[in-house]
């Protein structure tokens, strides 16, 4: 029986009402999956940990983005700016959060970047050359601290990256999912036909102690 709590929780990310039955819910609903036992991230290629609180239903997905205070793996040691296939949600719950926009212009003639399509399989992720390239110009960039949230539309590019050696959170819920392929833009003077993204597991008892630290913040934000 699916889980009513997510389903209020996905309506007022909707909404981006974010009031203190928003919070409460969501702290009595990480408290019940840390007591259910069955806590599972996922290390992500661009540094995060990801814990699926719904997998997609009805064009719709909820997860946390952790960012652990070490230990964070990036593929190829650096940072991707990329876009999504869907429209993305994300709301600061610790710490803070940077996010920076990009547009690109596919008619530069000396490119700096490749457009790599994401293809997804098992437990990776492969870039492979989109057969095109571009420059990024800057669109603008913002800090969101905790309690703040910021709004993608499919398709814009970004990336989103926090303090190092200090933990932060975000709960990201993605909607309006499209048929085209996400990209990600790579160096043109690293250029390679394909990159492979691991996507291991993340230690369960370190996502434990991260969890059990968050819950009591989420629930402060419904006081504040």
């Not at 999504?84 to 926009?101: D, I």
Request: with cysteine; aromatic share 10%.
């Amino acid at each position: 029986m699916p889980d009513l709590r997510i389903r209020r929780i996905i309506d007022q990310m909707t909404a981006e009402n974010f009031d203190a039955g928003f919070y409460t819910l969501l702290a009595g609903l990480l408290a019940d999956l840390l007591l259910k036992g069955d806590v599972q991230g996922v290390l992500h290629p661009l540094g995060f940990v990801i814990v699926t609180l719904q997998d997609w239903q009805h064009d719709q997905r909820l997860r946390l983005h952790l960012w652990p205070e070490s230990g964070r793996i990036y593929n190829n040691n650096q940072l991707w700016i990329h876009n999504h296939q869907y429209a993305v949600t994300s709301l600061v719950l610790l710490g803070s959060l940077t996010n920076t926009n990009y547009r690109i212009d596919t008619r530069a003639a000396s490119p700096g970047y490749v457009i790599y399509e994401v293809l997804y399989y098992d437990s990776n992720s492969d870039l492979v050359d989109h057969g095109s390239a571009c420059n990024v110009l800057f669109k603008g960039e913002r800090t969101y601290q905790t309690g703040e949230h910021y709004l993608l539309k499919r398709g814009d590019f970004h990336i989103a990256d926090t303090e190092a050696d200090r933990v932060s959170c975000s709960l990201v819920l993605n909607s309006d999912p499209g048929k085209e392929p996400a990209l990600v833009l790579g160096a043109a003077d690293d250029a390679r036909p394909e990159f492979i993204f691991s996507r291991g597991q993340f230690d369960q008892e370190r996502l434990r102690d991260l969890l059990s630290d968050l819950i009591p913040k989420v629930l402060a934000l419904a006081t504040g």
